[in-house]
């Protein structure tokens, strides 16, 4: 029972809600700490997409098996969570800004307009990660489904810029990285080793 509980989506939902809580809860004590939760909330979202982006890769290249099957289960409350997390992140920058003027000046620098691009992809892919939009989309949603790429690409780019610094960006993206270049590899040795019997039978 109590395993069944931990297990559960809802349980994942609560664990994924904690720190949005906490963030929320800071914030109507003390409203002044709005700029300290740009940062969390940043690097919370960033890094939910990254583990929701390495399902694919880790199911291609290990089959599926029972810890895939139950990644992949999690993968669209993951996903759905980085978006709710960049939501949280544009608010609290847009409360510290204040002013609308200085936001539409500094929605010309590239450190922040990769950002809003990033989140426009993200907005689109949550509004698309239900079973109707599925139904709706067919082949169409899996290409949409490739934006996050580009989305990924663009917040790594928010990220070193906004931050003057690699360092950050870049421990978070290696374990992204090595599982696309590995999934890569195991697509064309998959390929050669076929291309190979079938030479073989000629
Ligand atoms: C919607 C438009 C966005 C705006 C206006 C924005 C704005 C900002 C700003 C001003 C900072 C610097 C905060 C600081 O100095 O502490 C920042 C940092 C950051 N943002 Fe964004 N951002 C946006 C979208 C995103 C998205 C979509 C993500 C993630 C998917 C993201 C992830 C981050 C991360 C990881 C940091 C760095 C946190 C750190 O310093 O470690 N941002 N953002």
Redesign the pocket.
Known sequence: MLYKLINSLYFLWLLLAIPALGALLQFSHNPTTSFDL??PT??F??RL?IIAMMISPLRQLFGRRGWTDWLLKRRRAIGVA?FGY?LL??VF?LIDMAVWEQVVKDAMIFS?WT??I??AI?TVMALTSNDSAMRMLRANWKRLQRFVYAAAIL?AL??VY??GEWR?ALIHFIPLAALEIARVAHIFTKRSRKTAQVGTVI
């Open positions: 740009i940062h940043g690097e979202s960033v997409m980085a960049a992140h544009l920058y922040i950002g809003y990033a989140f993200f917040t928010h990220w906004v931050d950050g």
